[in-house]
């Protein structure tokens, strides 16, 4: 490296000069391991979505008390949003992810050993705190340490790995559930390989070298920053970089409140709250739905287990161009294409059109979703970044309360087909009012976006 660019490095903030790495093995090694856990998470999310026609018919339980049950996890959800995201900003993004994944491995065992309908639902609360705390930490981890022209790319990679739990979950639901009572405890009881992901980030992941910055720990950002210099120049000499100034402090809820910050926290915290409404009013019924609707439980969860392979084809669409296309475009194009889906869902009674249109929706939920997490950490300075996107994922998460108590009303009342019709509308409000208002944030540093 030249006499000059050295110079540039050494003024540079380590955040400045990770932006203008290549992709090297760390980075992969990292997000094997990110993705591993927002599988197990995603798992521990999605598990009751599938279980809950057998737990219905062997404890009795009504379609209330199945959406209680589906607002539990994300009532918790709520909490571990906003708690986590506060804690992550003031301890760290490691410490937080390791305990959290501990503890939703904890409150899984504590879901499979559930007597009744009121442990369970306690458990899926507690497994909602832990599961989200760990998650929005995640992506605040990606968008800091990975570089500004692939961070895109490797949320996609990360979506695609956690996805991978939702045909995990219906296969296994739909191998083991049916095969006697209580057996569907086998299949809550997987959340506990969240402990081995804890040990292996524990030892493989280091702390965010933008959060060291924020809260004066120079020297050891300056570490790890080296030591990934260091790995990427053997492919040749790096680009230039550019000094960059850095926050020195840790970030509270009340610098939430300042412009332009208030603004994007209520713009997108209640744009993802509306898409959360939606995204798991679908996903979560979809089996209960079609048994009500005459299926069989088994080939409910056949189509259910269909579908889910549109959680993994999303992300593997967004790999190729979620870092050429804006953000807010990519979430335009997702959530009209997954309204449209559900629209159609709803007034079909087609088993293929069914399948089909169940699959569409899917996969544009995911994609939507991707691009979501890559687009809230994006909007935020690295003070505020854990409590900013914390906030935004805390109140999205009542959109999922929403999903459990409001959607047996409407469904209850008015039937599947308005249901479909409802978030379908709810989905097309979220591209216009995201599209119109949003900041543009793809290609650009997480600095220059924080400046506007």
């Known amino acids: 490296m030249h006499a000059q660019s050295q110079a540039l490095v050494g003024q540079a903030s380590p955040g400045a000069r990770l932006d203008r790495l290549p992709v090297t093995r ?22 009751f979505a599938f279980l809950a026609p057998t737990i219905r018919a062997e404890w009795g339980l009504s379609i209330g008390q199945v959406g209680l049950v589906t607002s539990a996890v994300f009532i918790g959800m709520t ?17 937080v992810l390791l305990w959290a994944s501990v503890f939703y491995s904890l409150t899984s065992v504590m879901s499979a050993l559930a007597p009744n ?35 895109g790319r490797f949320l996609a990679v990360t979506i695609f790995i956690g996805g991978i739990s939702n045909p995990l979950t219906s296969f296994a639901a739909l191998a083991i559930a049916p095969s006697g009572e209580g057996a569907w405890r086998w299949v809550f009881a997987f959340g506990v390989v969240g402990f081995v992901v804890a040990a292996v980030a524990a030892v493989g992941l280091p702390e965010s070298v933008r959060w060291l910055t924020a809260n004066g720990r120079t020297e050891e950002a300056e570490r790890v920053a080296t030591k990934l210099e ?37 713009l997108l915290g209640s744009a993802f709250a ?7 009013g679908f996903s979560s019924w979809m089996p209960t739905v079609l ?9 409910a969860l ?21 870092d050429k296309i804006e953000r807010k475009t990519a979430v335009l194009v997702a959530v009209l294409a997954a309204g449209a889906a559900m629209i159609v869902f709803g007034q079909t009674s087609n088993a293929s059109v069914l399948i ?97």
């Open 79 to 95: 909490f571990g949003a906003i708690g986590g995201g506060r804690l992550s900003d003031r301890f760290g993004r490691r410490p």
């Open 302 to 322: 056949r189509v259910a287990s269909i579908a889910s392979f549109g959680v993994v084809l999303a992300p593997l669409l967004l790999f190729a161009v979620s």
């Open 117 to 151: 309908f009121e442990v369970l639902f306690l458990s899926r609360v507690l497994t909602g705190i832990g599961v989200q705390a760990a998650a929005g930490v995640i992506f605040v981890y990606i968008s800091e340490m990975f570089p500004t022209r692939a961070r």
């Open 356 to 452: 089909v249109a169940a699959v569409v929706v899917q996969t544009a939920l995911v994609a939507a979703t991707t691009s979501f997490y890559t687009y809230i950490p994006e909007v935020f300075p690295t003070h505020i970044r854990g409590v900013g996107a914390g906030v935004v994922g805390g109140v999205a998460r009542l959109g999922g309360v929403a999903s459990g108590v409001v959607v047996a009303a409407i469904y209850s009342g008015l039937g599947s087909a308005a249901l479909y019709l409802i978030l379908g509308l709810a989905m097309f409000a979220v591209g216009v009012v995201v599209t119109v208002f949003g900041p543009r944030t793809t290609g650009r540093s997480l600095e220059e976006i924080s400046k506007e």
């Open 291 to 299: 048994v009500d609707r005459g299926m069989e439980q088994s080939e």
């Open 230 to 266: 260091a790995i990427a120049s053997s492919k040749g000499e790096l680009s230039p970089v550019a000094p960059e100034p850095e926050t020195v402090h840790s970030g509270t809820y009340r610098d939430l409140l300042a412009r332009p910050y208030r603004r994007r926290m209520l």
């Open 274 to 280: 509306v898409f959360i409404f939606g995204l798991y």
């Open 26 to 47: 760390r980075h992969v090694f990292w997000i094997v391991v990110l993705g591993l856990g927002y599988l197990v998470e995603m798992f521990d999310n999605v598990v």
